[in-house]
Structures are given as C-alpha cells and as structure tokens.
C-alpha cells in the first residue's frame, strides 16, 4: 500500500497543471485587467468651468496679478528643477549604459530622464500659458515663444 499511494501523489503532483501555472491567480489577474479596461472605454463629459479667454478665467476664478506672478514663478522653478534632475538621470544612463555596461539599468534611468523632461516641458507650458495670457497654446506657439527667430520681417 505504501507504494501504490507515492506512486498516486507522485502522478497526481506531476500532472496537476493547473497548480503548476497558479490557475487562480492568472484568472483573478485577468479579470482585474478586465475590470480596469471596461473604465478606459467609457469616455466622461468634462467637468467645471469652461472659460474662452484667459481674462474670463483670471476673473471666473478670482486670481489677482500676484497670485499669477506667484504661479508664474512656481511654474518656472518647478520646470527647472524638472529639466536638471532629467539631465543628471541622462548623464546617469550614459555612464551606466555605455562606461558600465549595465544596460536594463540604464533603461531604468533612460525612462526617468524621459519622465523628467516630459515634466519640465509641462511645468513650463504652464508658465508659458500665463506669461502669454492664452489658455491654449500649441507646441508651435511654445517653440516660437522659447526659440525665437532673429531674423525680422
């Protein structure tokens, strides 16, 4: 008897495939991304106040010159800092990808650089809008605003 029964759990453990693969847990995993994808398709109204010029929003709002001037100034320290830590996360990756050699590392600080500059560009489109006095502004605006052309027409 003692054979017959090793020889059952062994058969048994061997070929129990849905304990090999933690059947439950990829069955709860897939639904959790289901449930997460259901909210991605459904597309909501925006909300709040929408103004059409900046002047209409300073006002809706109750912003006062030096509450702008203040944002103004955080907007631009904040964009500052951003774009240093994303060009030491870049020095980063360049030392540790190429002098290194450790490269999923340096895609690690690759990715943090992009995340910073990304941040930075953010920040200082806030600045911008308010230095501008327009609530939308395009990346050409932007580029013609941070880069301007020398020659005068």
Partial sequence: MGVKQYVKKVWRNNTNISEWTSWKSVTANADAVKNLMKGLGEISEPGGYQAD????MVKHYGLSEAVLKKRM???YIAAIFSLTLGLAAFGWFIYI????????SGLVA???????????????MFYFRIKQRKINCTIQEWLKGFFPSKRSS
């Fill in 73 to 75: 100034k955080f907007h």
């Fill in 53 to 56: 010029s900046f002047e209409a």
């Fill in 110 to 124: 690759f990715s943090l650089s992009s995340l910073m500059f990304s941040y930075a560009f953010r920040e200082h």
């Fill in 97 to 104: 990808a190429f002098f290194k050699g450790m490269f999923l």
